[in-house]
């Protein structure tokens, strides 16, 4: 399971980095805890980290049972995959909000064929 353990580190390190970037956009912006609103530069940082972490409860389980059950080098390639497409997505929505469509589609995605394949594959096995 170790390609499916490095892409569970790599989605969790993005993650990580999302939240560091919004404890630094609070200072930056003024924006104390727990405040979720203020500039709209700091919301679309925040945005990102809350989608993210909403993201992270459809992803990880999916990703682990496409890994047990189906393969885990293609579970930590896709899995690999739905973190560049994170970081695609907070990057559009950083500049803009309305950009965040490709990221957050690729995204669904991915978590989408994760989740199917890994429960076909375990309902077969």
């Known amino acids: 399971m170790r390609f499916t353990v490095l892409a569970t580190f790599t989605a969790l390190v993005a993650y990580a980095w999302f939240m560091i970037k919004v404890a630094r956009a609070r200072k930056q912006f003024?924006?104390?805890?727990?405040?979720?609103?203020?500039?709209?530069?700091?919301?679309?940082?925040?945005r990102v980290q809350q989608n993210t972490v909403e993201q992270l409860v459809l992803f990880l389980p999916a990703l682990w049972l496409f890994g047990a059950y189906v393969s885990d080098p293609v579970a930590g390639i896709l899995g690999l995959c739905w973190t560049?497409?994170?970081?695609l997505y907070a990057?559009?929505?950083?500049?803009?909000?309305?950009r965040r469509g490709p990221g957050a589609a690729?995204?669904?995605?991915?978590?989408?064929?994760?989740?199917?394949?890994?429960?076909?594959?375990?309902?077969?096995?």
């Open 106 to 125: 690729l995204t669904i995605l991915i978590a989408l064929v994760l989740l199917v394949g890994g429960t076909v594959g375990a309902l077969l096995h």
């Open 84 to 87: 560049g497409a994170r970081v």
């Open 30 to 46: 003024g924006v104390e805890a727990p405040r979720v609103t203020g500039d709209e530069a700091f919301e679309r940082i925040f």
């Open 91 to 98: 990057t559009e929505y950083y500049a803009d909000a309305r």
